[in-house]
């Protein structure tokens, strides 16, 4: 299962909702989809795991949502500490876990 | 606190070997199964390859264009794994996780990494 973002690139000023895609290139189970954050020289941190909860201590402006090929993480409320590259991750038999190519978030 | 430390990286010669290590603490080790993920310079994540737990029989899998080359292992005692990497090539070329399976099909726990470049 191959994984697409779209966009490539968000560029968006604070207080803007950011809205993430992640499209599979098969139906995926909704138990087996998560987004991550990476910011500069850093891990990545688990956001949403099982499309729509929280990783703890998660702030609640970050959401996920979808179902079979298409999945969306939502960033209601930009902060500046949101910059960072996102990452949807989906998890099957072979590979395990495939990510997908990630959207850049620019907050202006 | 979670702390997830790898090490072993450095610069090895096309076909060289080299050993990583990951030490973990924080969380129940023995419980997790344990994977690594490597990130190219500017590029997105991939994923390498895993150990699962003692309850799995500490089975190993990996990614198409490591296996074969690359072995995982795991020292429970010591809350520790390991990457032996053989037959290095350039494109192994990355900055190499060490992470963990959070049991709900995700990795939530992941060191700092640890940067492996080979080259002539």
């Known amino acids: 299962i191959e994984l697409t973002q779209s966009p490539g690139t968000l560029s968006l000023s604070p207080g803007e909702r950011a809205t993430l895609s992640c499209r599979a290139s098969?139906?995926?189970?909704?138990?087996?989809l998560a987004w991550y954050q990476q910011k500069p020289g850093q891990a990545p941190r688990l956001l949403i795991y099982?499309?729509?909860s929280r990783a703890t201590g998660i702030p609640d402006r970050f959401s996920g949502s979808g179902s079979g090929t298409d999945f969306t993480l939502t960033i209601s409320r930009l902060e500046p500490e949101d910059s960072a590259v996102y990452y949807c991750?989906?998890?099957?038999?072979?590979?395990?876990?495939?990510f997908g190519p990630g959207t850049k978030v620019d907050i202006k | 606190e979670v702390q997830v430390v790898e090490s072993g990286g450095g610069l090895v010669q096309p076909g060289g070997s080299l050993r990583l290590s990951c030490i973990a603490s924080?969380?129940?080790?023995?419980?997790?199964?344990m994977d690594w993920v490597r990130q190219a310079p500017g590029k997105g994540l991939e994923w390498v390859g895993r150990?699962?737990?003692?309850?799995?029989?500490?089975?190993?899998e990996y990614a198409a264009s490591v296996k074969g080359r690359f072995t995982a292992s795991r020292d429970d005692s010591k809350s520790s794994v390991y990457l032996q990497m053989n037959s290095l090539k350039t494109e192994d070329t990355a900055l190499y996780f060490c992470?963990?399976?959070?049991?709900?099909?995700?990795?939530?726990?992941w060191g700092q990494g640890t940067l492996v470049t080979v080259s002539s």
């Open positions: 924080g969380f129940t080790f023995v419980d997790r199964h």
């Open positions: 099982g499309a729509s």
């Open positions: 150990i699962n737990n003692k309850g799995q029989g500490y089975t190993t």
């Open positions: 991750q989906q998890f099957g038999d072979s590979p395990r876990f495939t």
């Open positions: 098969q139906s995926v189970s909704s138990n087996y």
């Open positions: 992470t963990s399976d959070s049991g709900y099909w995700s990795l939530d726990y």
